[in-house]
């Protein structure tokens, strides 16, 4: 039933439907345990060696050596996040070869660029499904459009993100605001909707608990392991009821229809009527509140396997607060298995890096700072999960002067997103999620430091009421495991009806005080040193790779 974009069908299929060790043994792996109550236990030895310190009551090493995940009484537990990024994490990113190099020219280098890409996108696949990378020389490229890596298997790569021409490849934006994005990786739409007919069948699970990743169906005849599988949750009137209407204070309620969670996914495993998925979903799925449904995406524009790598984005400004610009960086939309890497972007008034329709995504070692823009709705998002954009990694960062510096902004449709290990200076609100119910956030050693912020919070895992245009529950299920805020700052953890979010040992102050007054999320170990594991994510890569 799989329908593959053209040039790549045997690998893919492969990687699904037999695959290496590790996705073979990813695939037969048990669902993680948890217990209704949580309890304190005694510290045990993890796979990084002896533990220094304390840990957390509701995920730790139990005493085999294993994350053991304690659930509350409803249910809720920190599901594994460890399946971010380029192929769930179990591949490491690939070398590609260059097999064209062009250097600047004068003038505007927009075509130039895309005719080489274009070039390399014509080859035929190798036996991984990649065609080639694109070398760019040092020295500065003045482009005014925007450049498309738009076909599967082709690498963007440059010569070092250095601010020096003669070691550095520098892409110099030198477009209006009508110059949205100067790179876009992948297609051109953000929607999963067209489906194969004949595979929509029901999720007959009366209770698919949050971190997990198989449940039952009325019909499995029309699905085949490697199928990729969208997964819908439907906004019903009793699940908005059961969310208070979405939070959204003396704002309308959102509306029946309006806020649907839905999750991209691939078919690990088909036993009888039990379906496992190679992610986990990051909410319930409680047949008493919707009637959750499935069927296989025919993949219709998909690009995949494609990177940016080791060049420098800046955009051409005139001032601080100077919009008439290159909106954003570098978008990946409607793409799989990507990568960004080893690469600054610059003055941007949107965002540095955009995922949208985007899954499977690595973003590591990026730089994306001192944006172009007034301090206002709509700018400085600097590390952006948006519509539809799930499983994206984010690793290895830094960001200054944002509003959002870390955050997912795709609502419902988005899930699964990790910032690990990032730093933001001088920001101006807050990181986490931003609106309507974007789930399994997990922000991972985030630094929030120097903030111009106003407000007291700097990360938020809350509600924020009717801020924007009725934003409500910003995040549900999302953990903020070893962060730091300083200057007074706290980080705002509130507890979602049906779902609950997580600080544990956070440096500088924890508490419930976000946009809106509400019930206290799972704060732990607030000014504590010596979490383990010291990184939530990395353990549970770890743990499931061995």
């Keep these: 039933m799989r329908h593959e974009p053209a040039g790549n069908q045997h690998t893919r299929r492969d990687l699904f439907r037999t695959g290496g060790a590790l ?9 993680l345990p948890a217990t209704a109550v949580a309890r304190t236990r005694p510290v045990a030895a993890g796979p990084a060696g002896p533990a220094a310190g304390w840990q957390s009551d509701v995920v730790h090493y139990g005493s085999g050596g294993k994350l053991v995940y304690v659930a509350d009484r409803n249910g809720n537990r920190i599901p594994d996040f460890s399946f971010a990024g380029y192929r769930n994490g179990e591949a490491p ?12 020219v004068s003038g505007d280098n927009t075509a130039h660029i895309q005719a080489a890409l274009n070039e390399v996108g014509q080859l035929e696949p190798d036996e991984n499904g990649f065609r080639g990378a694109v070398l760019l020389r040092p020295g500065t490229y003045r482009v005014s459009g925007t450049i498309r890596v738009n076909r599967t298997g082709v690498v963007l790569r440059g010569s070092g993100e250095s601010v020096d021409p003669a070691i550095g490849t520098i892409i110099r934006a030198t477009g209006s605001s009508k110059q949205t994005y100067v790179i876009e990786v992948g297609g051109q739409t953000d929607e999963w909707t ?24 009325a019909d499995t005849s029309q699905l085949s392991v490697g199928d990729n599988l969208i997964i819908n949750h439907p906004c019903t ?24 969670i839905i999750y991209n996914r691939y078919i690990r495993d088909i036993q009888g009527k039990e379906v496992t998925v190679c992610a986990p979903v990051f909410n319930h799925l409680d047949r008493s ?12 524009g998909l690009v995949h396997d494609v990177g940016i ?22 978008r990946l939309r409607r793409v799989e298995d990507a990568w960004v890497r080893d690469v600054t972007v610059l003055h941007f008034s949107f965002a540095g890096i955009d995922t949208r329709a985007a899954t499977r995504i690595t973003v590591r070692d990026v730089r994306a700072s001192h944006p172009r823009s007034r301090i206002a709705g709509g700018r400085r998002y600097n590390f952006n999960a948006g519509a539809l954009a799930q499983q994206v990694l984010f690793q290895g960062l830094w960001a200054s002067h944002a509003r959002h510096a870390f955050v997912a902004n795709g609502t419902s449709r988005t899930s699964g997103c990790v910032w690990q290990d990032g ?19 997990l922000l991972d050693n985030i630094k929030e430091l120097n903030s111009n912020s106003g407000r007291g919070h700097v990360i938020a895992l809350h509600c924020r009421g009717g801020q924007g245009t009725g934003h409500g529950w910003s995040s549900v299920h999302s953990v903020a495991w070893n962060c730091t805020v300083d200057n007074g700052k706290h980080v705002a953890v509130q507890r979602p009806p049906t779902a609950q979010n997580y600080a544990i040992g956070t440096t500088g102050k924890a508490n419930a005080n976000g946009w809106t007054k509400q019930p206290a999320g799972h704060i732990e170990g607030t000014n504590r040193g010596g979490l383990e594991p010291s990184s939530l994510y990395k353990a549970q890569l770890s743990e499931r790779l061995t």
């Design 93 to 104: 990113l690939p070398e590609i070869p260059a097999v064209r190099t062009i250097g600047p």
């Design 423 to 441: 730093y933001n200076d001088s920001g101006y609100s807050e990181s986490g999620g931003h609106h309507r119910w974007s789930q399994g956030l």
């Design 23 to 31: 996705l073979a043994a990813a695939a037969a792996a048990p669902l």
């Design 237 to 260: 009137q009793k699940w908005l009821n059961a969310i208070d209407g979405g939070g959204t204070g003396d704002k309308p309620s959102w509306g029946v229809g309006e806020r649907p």
């Design 309 to 330: 790598e080791s060049l420098r984005v800046d955009i051409q400004a005139s001032g601080a607060e100077d919009e008439n610009h290159a909106q954003s960086g570098i």
């Design 194 to 217: 067209t489906e194969v007919p004949g595979t929509r069948t029901d999720v007959t699970s009366d209770f698919v608990q949050v971190g997990s990743r198989t449940f039952t169906v």
């Design 289 to 300: 509140l919707a009637q959750s449904s499935v069927y296989v995406w025919d993949n219709t």
